[in-house]
Protein backbone atom coordinates (compact mmCIF):
# COMPACT_ATOMS: atom_id res chain seq x y z
CA UNK A 1 0.00 0.00 0.00
CA UNK A 2 1.49 3.29 -1.04
CA UNK A 3 2.31 5.78 1.97
CA UNK A 4 1.09 9.35 1.99
CA UNK A 5 3.12 12.14 2.87
CA UNK A 6 1.25 13.30 6.05
CA UNK A 7 0.94 17.06 5.89
CA UNK A 8 2.20 19.70 8.62
CA UNK A 9 -0.69 20.20 10.91
CA UNK A 10 0.62 22.79 12.77
CA UNK A 11 -1.05 26.65 12.65
CA UNK A 12 0.48 28.27 9.05
CA UNK A 13 1.75 31.18 11.80
CA UNK A 14 4.23 28.90 13.30
CA UNK A 15 5.59 27.27 10.43
CA UNK A 16 7.73 30.41 10.24
CA UNK A 17 8.47 30.83 13.08
CA UNK A 18 12.03 29.59 12.65
CA UNK A 19 12.89 32.42 9.87
CA UNK A 20 10.88 35.16 12.47
CA UNK A 21 13.79 33.94 14.74
CA UNK A 22 16.25 34.24 12.82
CA UNK A 23 15.50 37.41 11.45
CA UNK A 24 15.11 39.40 14.55
CA UNK A 25 18.49 37.95 15.84
CA UNK A 26 20.18 39.58 12.35
CA UNK A 27 18.18 42.76 13.40
CA UNK A 28 19.61 42.95 16.99
CA UNK A 29 23.61 42.18 15.63
CA UNK A 30 22.46 44.93 13.00
CA UNK A 31 22.04 47.28 15.99
CA UNK A 32 24.52 46.36 18.17
CA UNK A 33 27.07 47.30 15.45
CA UNK A 34 25.08 50.91 14.99
CA UNK A 35 24.81 51.24 18.39
CA UNK A 36 25.81 54.68 20.52
CA UNK A 37 29.76 53.01 20.58
CA UNK A 38 30.47 52.86 16.98
CA UNK A 39 28.51 55.83 16.69
CA UNK A 40 30.83 57.67 19.03
CA UNK A 41 33.80 55.86 16.70
CA UNK A 42 32.42 57.67 13.49
CA UNK A 43 32.17 60.50 14.74
CA UNK A 44 35.81 60.72 15.96
CA UNK A 45 34.73 60.36 19.80
CA UNK A 46 36.66 57.48 22.04
CA UNK A 47 34.02 54.96 22.82
CA UNK A 48 35.87 54.27 26.06
CA UNK A 49 34.96 57.81 27.08
CA UNK A 50 31.48 57.90 26.28
CA UNK A 51 30.70 57.02 29.67
CA UNK A 52 32.33 59.67 31.46
CA UNK A 53 29.66 62.75 32.93
CA UNK A 54 30.13 65.49 30.98
CA UNK A 55 30.97 69.17 32.28
CA UNK A 56 31.48 72.62 30.94
CA UNK A 57 34.47 74.87 31.78
CA UNK A 58 34.13 79.00 30.96
CA UNK A 59 37.55 80.68 30.46
CA UNK A 60 37.52 84.27 31.42
CA UNK A 61 40.69 86.07 32.95
CA UNK A 62 37.62 87.71 34.90
CA UNK A 63 36.58 84.86 36.76
CA UNK A 64 36.31 81.08 35.18
CA UNK A 65 33.50 79.00 35.88
CA UNK A 66 32.44 75.33 35.74
CA UNK A 67 29.31 72.71 35.79
CA UNK A 68 31.53 70.47 38.03
CA UNK A 69 31.51 71.33 41.49
CA UNK A 70 34.68 69.23 42.12
CA UNK A 71 36.60 71.90 39.33
CA UNK A 72 39.04 74.41 41.75
CA UNK A 73 39.86 77.87 40.70
CA UNK A 74 42.63 79.66 42.80
CA UNK A 75 43.36 82.49 40.63
CA UNK A 76 43.75 81.93 36.52
CA UNK A 77 44.54 78.35 37.38
CA UNK A 78 41.70 75.76 36.72
CA UNK A 79 42.63 72.12 38.18
CA UNK A 80 40.44 69.45 37.21
CA UNK A 81 40.20 66.85 40.08
CA UNK A 82 37.96 63.91 39.13
CA UNK A 83 37.29 62.12 35.84
CA UNK A 84 34.70 63.36 33.14
CA UNK A 85 34.95 64.77 29.83
CA UNK A 86 35.37 68.67 30.00
CA UNK A 87 34.40 71.21 27.15
CA UNK A 88 36.05 73.90 27.51
CA UNK A 89 34.97 77.40 26.05
CA UNK A 90 36.84 80.92 26.51
CA UNK A 91 40.05 82.51 26.98
CA UNK A 92 42.82 82.43 29.52
CA UNK A 93 45.51 85.16 28.64
CA UNK A 94 47.82 84.54 31.75
CA UNK A 95 46.73 81.01 32.87
CA UNK A 96 46.91 77.34 32.98
CA UNK A 97 44.77 73.63 32.51
CA UNK A 98 45.86 71.37 35.11
CA UNK A 99 44.28 67.61 35.41
CA UNK A 100 45.18 65.99 38.62
CA UNK A 101 43.21 63.15 39.56
CA UNK A 102 43.21 59.64 40.83
CA UNK A 103 45.70 57.74 38.77
CA UNK A 104 42.92 55.18 37.35
CA UNK A 105 40.71 58.23 36.47
CA UNK A 106 40.39 58.94 32.49
CA UNK A 107 39.67 62.27 31.27
CA UNK A 108 38.33 64.05 28.37
CA UNK A 109 39.28 67.40 27.37
CA UNK A 110 37.19 69.26 24.75
CA UNK A 111 38.98 71.97 23.11
CA UNK A 112 36.11 74.17 21.59
CA UNK A 113 37.95 77.35 19.95
CA UNK A 114 39.84 77.73 23.23
CA UNK A 115 42.69 80.31 23.55
CA UNK A 116 45.53 79.54 26.44
CA UNK A 117 48.82 81.39 27.10
CA UNK A 118 50.84 80.65 30.37
CA UNK A 119 53.61 83.13 30.75
CA UNK A 120 55.95 80.47 32.30
CA UNK A 121 54.63 77.50 32.68
CA UNK A 122 52.43 74.82 30.28
CA UNK A 123 48.65 76.12 29.04
CA UNK A 124 48.05 72.12 29.68
CA UNK A 125 49.66 70.40 32.42
CA UNK A 126 48.50 66.64 33.02
CA UNK A 127 49.73 66.21 36.93
CA UNK A 128 48.13 62.80 37.62
CA UNK A 129 45.78 60.66 35.51
CA UNK A 130 45.58 57.15 34.08
CA UNK A 131 44.73 58.41 30.66
CA UNK A 132 43.95 61.89 28.80
CA UNK A 133 42.22 62.27 25.93
CA UNK A 134 42.23 65.94 23.99
CA UNK A 135 39.49 66.53 21.53
CA UNK A 136 39.05 68.90 19.13
CA UNK A 137 35.72 69.78 18.17
CA UNK A 138 34.71 69.88 14.91
CA UNK A 139 34.95 73.10 13.47
CA UNK A 140 36.68 75.21 15.68
CA UNK A 141 40.43 76.45 15.66
CA UNK A 142 42.11 76.90 19.33
CA UNK A 143 45.28 78.23 20.55
CA UNK A 144 47.77 77.04 23.12
CA UNK A 145 51.10 78.73 23.99
CA UNK A 146 53.78 80.16 26.65
CA UNK A 147 55.12 83.48 26.87
CA UNK A 148 58.81 83.03 26.92
CA UNK A 149 59.95 80.98 29.99
CA UNK A 150 59.27 78.40 32.12
CA UNK A 151 59.36 78.55 36.34
CA UNK A 152 59.58 75.13 37.91
CA UNK A 153 56.25 74.76 40.26
CA UNK A 154 56.95 71.53 41.30
CA UNK A 155 59.09 68.38 41.25
CA UNK A 156 58.40 68.17 37.23
CA UNK A 157 60.42 69.71 34.80
CA UNK A 158 57.48 71.59 33.24
CA UNK A 159 58.90 72.66 29.46
CA UNK A 160 56.42 72.13 27.27
CA UNK A 161 52.93 73.87 26.25
CA UNK A 162 51.24 70.52 27.07
CA UNK A 163 53.19 68.45 29.21
CA UNK A 164 51.40 65.47 30.45
CA UNK A 165 53.12 62.69 33.13
CA UNK A 166 50.82 60.02 32.44
CA UNK A 167 48.98 58.83 28.45
CA UNK A 168 48.38 61.28 26.40
CA UNK A 169 45.87 60.80 22.94
CA UNK A 170 45.24 63.62 20.76
CA UNK A 171 42.23 64.11 18.41
CA UNK A 172 39.40 64.89 16.39
CA UNK A 173 38.28 67.11 13.02
CA UNK A 174 38.82 70.77 14.80
CA UNK A 175 42.45 72.72 14.49
CA UNK A 176 44.97 73.31 17.10
CA UNK A 177 47.84 75.42 16.83
CA UNK A 178 51.02 75.97 19.60
CA UNK A 179 53.40 78.27 20.02
CA UNK A 180 56.44 77.22 22.46
CA UNK A 181 59.73 80.45 22.15
CA UNK A 182 61.26 78.64 25.12
CA UNK A 183 60.84 74.82 25.24
CA UNK A 184 59.09 72.41 23.82
CA UNK A 185 55.70 71.61 21.77
CA UNK A 186 53.98 68.56 23.52
CA UNK A 187 55.88 66.17 25.97
CA UNK A 188 54.41 63.33 27.06
CA UNK A 189 56.01 61.09 29.77
CA UNK A 190 54.33 58.58 28.77
CA UNK A 191 52.95 57.51 25.25
CA UNK A 192 51.79 60.42 23.28
CA UNK A 193 49.29 59.42 20.28
CA UNK A 194 48.20 61.37 17.46
CA UNK A 195 45.16 60.13 16.04
CA UNK A 196 43.71 63.04 14.03
CA UNK A 197 43.12 66.83 13.49
CA UNK A 198 45.03 70.05 12.13
CA UNK A 199 48.22 70.54 14.86
CA UNK A 200 50.34 73.54 13.36
CA UNK A 201 53.31 73.51 15.95
CA UNK A 202 56.39 75.60 16.50
CA UNK A 203 58.63 75.58 19.50
CA UNK A 204 62.24 76.62 20.05
CA UNK A 205 62.97 72.77 20.99
CA UNK A 206 61.32 69.91 20.47
CA UNK A 207 57.85 69.86 18.35
CA UNK A 208 56.65 66.12 19.90
CA UNK A 209 58.19 64.26 22.55
CA UNK A 210 57.41 61.38 24.72
CA UNK A 211 59.42 58.92 26.62
CA UNK A 212 57.74 55.72 24.86
CA UNK A 213 56.13 55.53 21.92
CA UNK A 214 55.21 58.52 19.69
CA UNK A 215 53.11 57.40 16.70
CA UNK A 216 50.81 59.76 14.44
CA UNK A 217 47.99 57.09 12.77
CA UNK A 218 46.17 60.29 10.95
CA UNK A 219 46.05 64.43 10.50
CA UNK A 220 47.61 67.05 9.41
CA UNK A 221 50.47 68.16 11.23
CA UNK A 222 52.67 71.11 10.46
CA UNK A 223 55.81 70.97 13.07
CA UNK A 224 58.72 73.67 12.90
CA UNK A 225 61.47 72.74 15.46
CA UNK A 226 64.42 74.46 16.49
CA UNK A 227 65.95 71.13 17.32
CA UNK A 228 64.21 67.66 17.35
CA UNK A 229 60.60 67.32 14.90
CA UNK A 230 59.38 64.05 16.61
CA UNK A 231 61.75 62.01 19.41
CA UNK A 232 60.49 59.54 21.65
CA UNK A 233 62.22 55.51 22.13
CA UNK A 234 59.65 54.43 19.20
CA UNK A 235 58.34 56.57 16.76
CA UNK A 236 55.51 54.87 14.65
CA UNK A 237 54.12 56.70 11.67
CA UNK A 238 51.08 55.08 10.11
CA UNK A 239 49.38 57.87 8.54
CA UNK A 240 48.69 61.30 7.73
CA UNK A 241 50.47 64.27 6.45
CA UNK A 242 53.80 65.71 8.04
CA UNK A 243 55.32 68.20 6.96
CA UNK A 244 58.64 68.86 9.54
CA UNK A 245 61.68 71.69 9.60
CA UNK A 246 63.68 70.96 12.16
CA UNK A 247 67.10 72.75 13.24
CA UNK A 248 68.43 69.21 14.36
CA UNK A 249 67.42 65.51 13.87
CA UNK A 250 63.81 65.52 12.03
CA UNK A 251 62.75 61.99 13.78
CA UNK A 252 64.66 60.27 16.39
CA UNK A 253 64.39 57.67 18.61
CA UNK A 254 66.64 57.69 21.10
CA UNK A 255 67.09 55.36 24.47
CA UNK A 256 64.95 57.15 27.02
CA UNK A 257 63.51 54.16 28.07
CA UNK A 258 65.36 51.41 30.54
CA UNK A 259 62.94 48.39 28.45
CA UNK A 260 62.37 49.81 25.14
CA UNK A 261 65.26 49.53 22.36
CA UNK A 262 64.81 52.32 20.18
CA UNK A 263 62.93 52.17 16.57
CA UNK A 264 61.25 54.09 13.89
CA UNK A 265 58.43 52.39 12.00
CA UNK A 266 56.58 53.54 9.20
CA UNK A 267 53.88 52.52 7.48
CA UNK A 268 51.73 55.06 5.70
CA UNK A 269 51.16 58.50 5.47
CA UNK A 270 53.18 61.81 3.70
CA UNK A 271 56.34 62.74 5.58
CA UNK A 272 58.22 65.30 4.42
CA UNK A 273 60.69 66.75 6.46
CA UNK A 274 63.47 69.65 6.01
CA UNK A 275 66.24 69.97 7.80
CA UNK A 276 68.79 72.82 8.85
CA UNK A 277 72.35 72.83 8.21
CA UNK A 278 75.34 71.36 10.21
CA UNK A 279 75.61 67.63 11.52
CA UNK A 280 71.46 67.22 10.97
CA UNK A 281 69.57 63.94 10.22
CA UNK A 282 66.61 63.59 8.67
CA UNK A 283 65.46 60.19 10.46
CA UNK A 284 68.11 58.74 13.14
CA UNK A 285 67.53 55.86 15.11
CA UNK A 286 69.94 54.48 17.90
CA UNK A 287 68.19 51.27 17.21
CA UNK A 288 65.52 50.02 14.38
CA UNK A 289 64.47 51.65 11.30
CA UNK A 290 61.18 49.65 9.43
CA UNK A 291 59.95 51.24 6.15
CA UNK A 292 57.08 49.49 5.10
CA UNK A 293 54.79 52.23 3.08
CA UNK A 294 53.95 55.66 2.84
CA UNK A 295 55.97 58.74 1.26
CA UNK A 296 59.28 60.23 3.05
CA UNK A 297 60.30 63.28 1.04
CA UNK A 298 63.59 64.38 2.53
CA UNK A 299 65.70 67.07 2.28
CA UNK A 300 69.16 68.04 3.90
CA UNK A 301 72.68 66.70 4.22
CA UNK A 302 72.24 63.45 5.59
CA UNK A 303 69.05 61.70 5.37
CA UNK A 304 69.46 58.58 7.62
CA UNK A 305 71.61 57.79 10.60
CA UNK A 306 70.57 53.98 11.69
CA UNK A 307 72.60 52.67 14.08
CA UNK A 308 70.88 48.97 13.92
CA UNK A 309 69.14 47.13 11.22
CA UNK A 310 66.83 48.43 8.35
CA UNK A 311 64.37 46.79 7.16
CA UNK A 312 62.52 48.57 3.43
CA UNK A 313 59.93 46.48 2.00
CA UNK A 314 57.32 49.28 0.69
CA UNK A 315 56.92 52.85 0.36
CA UNK A 316 58.34 55.90 -1.16
CA UNK A 317 61.46 57.14 -0.23
CA UNK A 318 62.94 60.52 -1.54
CA UNK A 319 66.32 62.43 -1.00
CA UNK A 320 67.00 65.78 -2.20
CA UNK A 321 64.66 65.25 -4.94
CA UNK A 322 65.75 61.55 -5.97
CA UNK A 323 63.59 58.50 -5.46
CA UNK A 324 65.95 56.07 -4.08
CA UNK A 325 65.66 52.22 -3.95
CA UNK A 326 67.83 51.14 -0.74
CA UNK A 327 68.53 53.71 2.60
CA UNK A 328 71.84 55.60 2.19
CA UNK A 329 72.61 54.95 5.86
CA UNK A 330 74.79 57.42 7.44
CA UNK A 331 76.29 55.40 9.99
CA UNK A 332 77.16 56.89 13.14
CA UNK A 333 80.00 57.04 15.29
CA UNK A 334 82.02 55.79 11.86
CA UNK A 335 83.27 59.25 10.93
CA UNK A 336 87.01 57.78 12.16
CA UNK A 337 87.28 57.03 8.15
CA UNK A 338 87.50 61.06 7.66
CA UNK A 339 89.98 60.79 10.95
CA UNK A 340 92.40 58.05 9.61
CA UNK A 341 94.05 60.36 6.83
CA UNK A 342 91.46 60.22 4.18
CA UNK A 343 90.54 63.71 3.91
CA UNK A 344 87.89 64.06 7.24
CA UNK A 345 88.44 66.64 10.07
CA UNK A 346 86.21 65.40 12.60
CA UNK A 347 87.25 62.44 14.78
CA UNK A 348 86.59 58.83 15.35
CA UNK A 349 85.78 58.01 18.94
CA UNK A 350 88.40 60.63 19.95
CA UNK A 351 91.12 60.33 17.32
CA UNK A 352 91.77 63.19 15.69
CA UNK A 353 91.83 63.24 12.22
CA UNK A 354 92.69 65.63 8.74
CA UNK A 355 95.44 67.73 9.48
CA UNK A 356 96.71 65.89 12.48
CA UNK A 357 96.75 63.20 14.93
CA UNK A 358 96.15 59.85 13.00
CA UNK A 359 94.79 61.44 9.71
CA UNK A 360 98.76 62.65 9.20
CA UNK A 361 99.14 58.90 8.45
CA UNK A 362 97.82 59.84 4.87
CA UNK A 363 98.88 63.43 4.70
CA UNK A 364 97.60 63.58 0.87
CA UNK A 365 94.27 62.94 1.96
CA UNK A 366 93.81 66.37 4.27
CA UNK A 367 90.61 67.81 3.67
CA UNK A 368 89.21 65.86 0.94
CA UNK A 369 91.77 67.09 -1.69
CA UNK A 370 93.04 63.52 -2.77
CA UNK A 371 91.40 60.55 -4.29
CA UNK A 372 90.69 59.54 -0.51
CA UNK A 373 88.44 62.93 0.10
CA UNK A 374 85.30 63.49 0.69
CA UNK A 375 84.93 66.38 -1.99
CA UNK A 376 85.50 63.59 -4.81
CA UNK A 377 82.28 61.03 -5.55
CA UNK A 378 83.87 58.04 -3.94
CA UNK A 379 85.56 59.94 -1.32
CA UNK A 380 85.72 58.57 2.70
CA UNK A 381 84.94 61.49 4.15
CA UNK A 382 86.45 64.72 3.35
CA UNK A 383 85.85 67.80 5.39
CA UNK A 384 82.59 66.04 7.59
CA UNK A 385 84.11 62.47 8.59
CA UNK A 386 82.39 60.74 6.93
CA UNK A 387 79.80 63.58 5.49
CA UNK A 388 80.22 61.93 1.40
CA UNK A 389 80.31 57.98 3.02
CA UNK A 390 76.94 56.62 2.62
CA UNK A 391 76.21 53.00 3.39
CA UNK A 392 73.16 51.51 1.58
CA UNK A 393 70.63 49.31 3.66
CA UNK A 394 68.77 46.68 1.26
CA UNK A 395 65.71 45.80 3.14
Known sequence: MTKRNRKSSAPVFLRGLPFLLTLMLFLSLMLTMTGPEAQAESSGANAEDEDLPEYSILLSDAQSSSSCSSVIFSGSTVTITETGSYTLTGSLSDGQIIVDTAKENRVRLILDGVSITSSDSAAIYVRSADKVVISLKDGTASTLG????????????????????????????????????AGHGIVGKDDLKIKSGTLSITAARKTLSANDTLSVENGVLTLNAGTEGMEASNVIVSGGSISLQAGDDGINATWLSDTTRPAIEISGGSLSIVMGAGDTDGIDSNGDLVITGGTIDISGSSSFDIDGSVTFTGGTVIVNGQQVDTIPNQMMGMGGFGGMGHGGRQNMDGFPGGASGVGNVFPQGQDGASDFGGQQPGGFGGRNGMGSFAAPNIG
Open 146 to 181: NGGSFVQTDENNIDAVIFSKDDLTIKGTGALTISSP
